[in-house]
């Protein structure tokens, strides 16, 4: 079966310092990968989707960056963090061929940026 | 881009009561998606559900796509229902309703 990590769950991180969050997919191959954020409980805003390895389209002009080194793997970084940015952040998946089975959520990362 | 509109924004049920909650959206999807999210954060599946109905225990939806809405059915409510329930609609790029949150009180 297809499960989804995502880590670290929770992160404090002082205003200009680097970030780095990973989500890794398993038991799948070439799947959709998608970064969400939602901020103030409420409301998730897509950042990021990519189909496949190296391809990235950003939905929203931001502070933040993605990359898919590995056909599995989703990173979202920042080299300087904004107060700005602090939010809960969800990494999801789905199938390229179809989406009978819609998209499934990781455990998310909350970020405060101090 | 597909809007999705949730109603109610708040309800707050007493422990055993039904309610019904509806997503419509503005253009023809293909995907249509309930979302349970528990105080942790955790997004929980609960539907896919682009036309017909469904059910899973307490839990049902039906979506009719020719008038472009959806209806989550919760019966029997309990206090672990509590949380913020997403509908997501679309083609392509999941976009998602603003949710509605649920309050169960015992």
């Known amino acids: 079966s297809q499960t989804i990590h995502q880590w670290p769950a929770t992160l404090v991180q002082p205003v200009g310092s680097p970030l780095s969050l990973e989500c890794t997919v398993e038991?799948?191959?070439?799947?959709?990968l998608y970064w969400y954020r939602q901020a103030a409980g409420r409301g998730l805003q897509l950042l990021f989707y990519s189909v496949g390895i190296g391809q990235i389209s950003s939905e929203v002009p931001q502070n933040l960056s993605a990359s898919r080194p590995q056909d599995r793997q989703f990173i979202l970084s920042s080299k300087k963090l904004l107060l700005s940015d602090s939010g809960f952040y969800l990494c999801?998946?789905?199938?390229?061929?179809?989406?009978?089975?819609?998209?499934?959520f990781g455990s998310g990362t909350r970020l405060t940026v101090v | 881009g597909i809007q999705v509109e949730q109603s109610p924004p708040d309800l707050i049920l007493q422990e055993g009561a039904n309610s019904t909650l509806r997503c419509n959206f503005s253009?023809?999807?293909?995907?249509l998606q309930w979302f349970h999210q528990n105080p942790w954060g955790q997004l929980i599946n609960l539907f896919y559900i682009p036309s017909g109905t469904k059910q899973n225990g307490r839990l049902s939806a039906t979506t009719v796509a020719t008038e472009r809405y959806s209806l989550l059915y919760i019966s029997s409510s309990q206090t672990t229902d509590s949380g913020v329930y997403f509908c997501a609609a679309y083609n392509n790029d999941m976009r998602f309703g603003a949710g509605t949150r649920l309050t169960v009180k015992p």
């Open positions: 038991g799948t191959s070439n799947p959709n």
């Open positions: 253009d023809s999807v293909n995907n």
């Open positions: 999801a998946w789905s199938l390229t061929e179809g989406q009978d089975y819609g998209y499934t």
